[in-house]
């Protein structure tokens, strides 16, 4: 036969209807991953990109040597971070189904690589984040009122009503603005490293991406200038198996893990059990002191399932399994840290249940408060002349002039386009018309 | 004749030239499996096979510069750009690449690539979900910029720009993909089932690019439009009580200038109305051209209404949105000048 080129179209293991499969995701056991100095040579480390680093064992004891021996004070705070976070999320997507919204974008499943990778950070490094890590802004101790007044687009919104719900900012919190664009902050971020390196500083910059969106150019952006400069960053990528309704092979994860674009690059690549808090925070952590000790960036591949829609337009039933999260092998990052705090004897199902309640009427109390600077249903609500400012630091005269074109129109007072009448009045009149 | 809505019909002329043209291929970022977030391409894939109708990787640099590649090796390729917000990552390979490859190969190479992609507001997108930036892409020689405002010339006009051997550009306004919308947001959605522009052949037809349509015959002032302004320029017509001409562009490069300008030399007076920002915007190409072309004609400065130069903020769509109110407050403008 001739021998001719045949187009390879990646299948997901199942589509709705059939049975979840996740048997191409590869699990390293508990504790198996050596864990080499953070110092190592690139072409040390680079066995880590194939391999899971995973502390978190079936019997949820914390094993091997990427156990971060965390207390089990922090343990049980990430257990409230990360809870909270996803009360969070449920009530603000069922604000959006009330229509007190407009937008909403969950992060269920994938609590543990905001949440662990945030707390193994320092307050003064700055995060650039993707719109599916929102558990970084719980840990840095946001107000939730704030994030709900920027998703209601309300007279509290911190982006004065401009951006979609959930693409916030904190400058004082040093979490930068997420953009509705992908992936633009990967490369973004590894500039933010480069001006502290060329500053001389100790803060860091982490960034997040979805494996989807490492598809864009922007990632590769950013791999070559974080390595070339060996800019003090942290690029993690969110596997999360599914870009809308494309699967990770459509991102080029068929073959080859996300982690090893890392030593392609020239810089390190873990791959990452992305539910395992502890493995999370122990890999962000050794990224970190690599990247203090101008050890330069690391790539992150944390492996982890969205368990929620892309977002409220968003039926993932249309393209893959319903219940494909239950057969997820990684589990509930939720219920894997507390049922260790439980192993360890540091947690009980009842004061679990009482958190539970307690951060319930905490999301309760901060959605009412929030409400009562406005919904999309209920004033009170922004002035709409505000849209005109922050375009240029000043206002340049064409948007004094559109603003004041807009308060004529909403107002009715002199009436509309009454200065464009007073310009025309001052010009020469137009030329008769022809015959 | 079928009825259809902005995105049956869309999804009928890829349907009928994947089925005419072997060489018509469709890809896009969630467009295979899924049928695109918002269905345009439901059900091709299933039917044409998926070698034919692809999902992509989400990189739209890649999906432009992959689609000249196949357009070069003899294929017709119709690219998705899921929201037309997204576009920038692939605007090297659009400006630099697909518009002018023929011109430096002297037509050895060239790639007749089709580009898909929705654009405009009013569905709560905020600023990367709403952006119109058609006139960004006038300004490119060697690519035609097409923007429909009905399923009818929806489907006609797409099939021109799939058999055509020059690249395009076809904004999509995905406010009436449903409905035709007249600007007021309150007042319930009208289906395309009750507006003559949704009554669609279910076969193959054309719409020629580089023509306009008279949408509305009349005698005070010509109003031109296009997408989505076409019908909110019809309301504003109603609102102001004028006798206007509503003249839909329909194909923005190349401009049919003889229709712009007859209309306009028949009024005397013009109004151009788009959804884009105005400063440099695709209107001021149109107020040029009606200048040149019609300055004895006309009786009183040609005026813009436009959405205000800001990005599309998302609490205040409809304050941004250049509804009836003010096209209407400058059909009077104009009416008065003279």
């Known amino acids: 036969m001739t021998p001719r080129s045949r187009l390879h179209i990646p299948y997901p293991p199942a589509r709705p209807g059939d049975k979840p499969d996740f048997s191409y995701v590869q699990i390293s056991p508990a504790g198996a991953v050596p864990r080499p100095e953070s110092k190592a040579s690139v072409r040390e480390l680079e066995s880590l990109a194939g391999q899971m680093v995973r502390v978190l064992g079936e019997d949820s004891k914390a094993v091997g040597p990427w156990n971060p021996h965390l207390e089990p004070q922090d343990l049980q705070v990430g257990l409230r971070h990360m809870l909270l976070t996803r009360l969070f999320d449920d009530r603000m997507q069922r604000m959006q189904r009330q229509g007190r919204m407009s937008f909403y974008m969950k992060s269920t499943g994938e609590e543990a690589v905001a949440v662990a990778a945030g707390m193994a950070l320092l307050p003064g490094d700055m995060l650039f984040p993707s719109y599916r890590v929102q558990g970084l802004q719980v840990v840095r101790g946001r107000s939730l009122v704030e994030l709900m007044c920027q998703c209601l687009s309300n007279t509290r919104d911190m982006c004065k009503g401009r951006q979609m719900p959930v693409m916030y900012h904190w400058g004082a919190g040093n979490i930068f603005s997420i953009s509705g664009n992908l992936a633009t902050q990967f490369p973004q971020a590894v500039g933010w490293a480069m001006a502290a390196a060329i500053k001389g500083e100790d803060r860091l910059a982490a960034t997040w991406i979805g494996e989807g969106s490492s598809a864009e150019a922007d990632f590769h952006h950013a791999m070559t200038f974080a390595q070339v400069y060996r800019a003090p960053v942290i690029l993690n990528v969110v596997n999360n198996q599914w870009a809308i309704s494309t699967f990770q092979g459509f991102a080029g994860g068929e073959v080859q893990t996300f982690a090893k674009r890392g030593p392609g690059y020239g810089m390190p690549g873990i791959r990452v059990d992305g539910n395992d808090f502890l493995a999370v925070y122990a890999v962000t952590q050794w990224a970190a002191e690599r990247a203090r000790q101008s050890g330069g960036p690391t790539l992150i591949e944390h492996v982890t399932y969205r368990a929620a829609a892309h977002s409220t337009s968003d039926d993932p039933s249309r393209y893959r399994p319903k219940e494909e999260w239950k057969a997820w092998p990684l589990g509930d990052p939720i219920n894997r840290l507390k049922q260790h705090l439980i192993t360890l004897g540091e947690w009980t199902e009842e004061r679990h249940a009482a958190l539970e309640k307690e951060l319930e009427a905490h999301v309760t109390a901060c959605w009412k408060e929030a409400a009562s600077y406005g919904t999309l249903t209920e004033g009170p609500t922004l002035d709409p002349a505000t849209m005109f400012e922050d375009v240029y630091k000043e206002m340049p005269p064409h948007l004094v002039r559109q603003r004041q074109q807009l308060l004529d129109l909403t107002h009715s007072q002199p009436p509309p386009e009454a200065h464009e009448q007073h310009d025309l009045d001052r010009r020469p009149r137009p030329v008769a018309k022809e015959g | ?338």
């Open chain 2, 1 to 338: 004749m079928a009825h259809m809505n902005m995105v049956q019909a869309l999804n009928s002329a890829m349907d009928i030239m994947l089925e005419r043209d072997p060489r018509v291929v469709v890809f896009g970022e969630d467009v295979g499996y899924f049928g695109g977030v918002f269905r345009v391409t439901d059900g091709l894939q299933r039917k044409h096979g998926e070698h034919r109708v692809l999902d992509t990787p989400i990189a739209e640099g890649g999906i432009v510069a992959a689609a000249i590649g196949m357009g070069v090796n003899g294929l017709k390729p119709v690219a998705e750009i899921q929201f037309a917000d997204y576009i920038y990552p692939a605007f090297d390979q659009v400006v630099s690449e697909l518009a002018r490859l023929r011109y430096r190969t002297a037509g050895e190479f060239s790639a007749p690539v089709t580009i898909r992609t929705p654009c405009g507001g009013g569905i709560r997108g905020g600023q990367t979900h709403s952006q119109s930036p058609e006139g960004i892409f006038t300004h490119v020689c060697g690519i035609k910029v097409v923007m429909p405002s009905t399923p009818y010339d929806a489907k006609g006009l797409l099939i021109s720009s799939i058999e055509g051997d020059d690249p395009v550009v076809f904004f999509e306004p995905k406010r009436i993909y449903n409905g035709p919308f007249d600007g007021d947001p309150h007042k319930p959605a009208v289906p395309w089932s009750a507006h003559p522009g949704g009554a669609v052949p279910e076969g193959y037809y054309t719409v020629p690019i580089g023509r306009a349509e008279i949408v509305r015959p009349g005698s005070d002032v010509t109003v031109l439009a296009y997408g989505t302004m076409v019908h909110v320029a019809e309301a504003a017509v109603r609102l102001a009580g004028v006798d206007a001409e509503i003249v839909d562009v329909r194909t923005l490069a190349p401009l049919d200038v003889d229709t712009l300008c007859s209309s306009v030399n028949k009024t005397g007076r013009c109004v151009v109305v788009h959804e884009a920002t105005r400063f440099s915007g695709y209107g001021a190409e149109l107020v040029a051209t009606v200048q040149e072309e019609c300055f004895w004609h006309l009786e009183a400065p040609i005026q813009r209404v436009t959405g205000w130069d800001t990005p599309y903020p998302h609490a205040f769509e409809w304050e941004y949105f250049p509804g009836p109110a003010r096209i209407a407050a400058a059909l009077k403008t104009v009416m008065e000048a003279a």
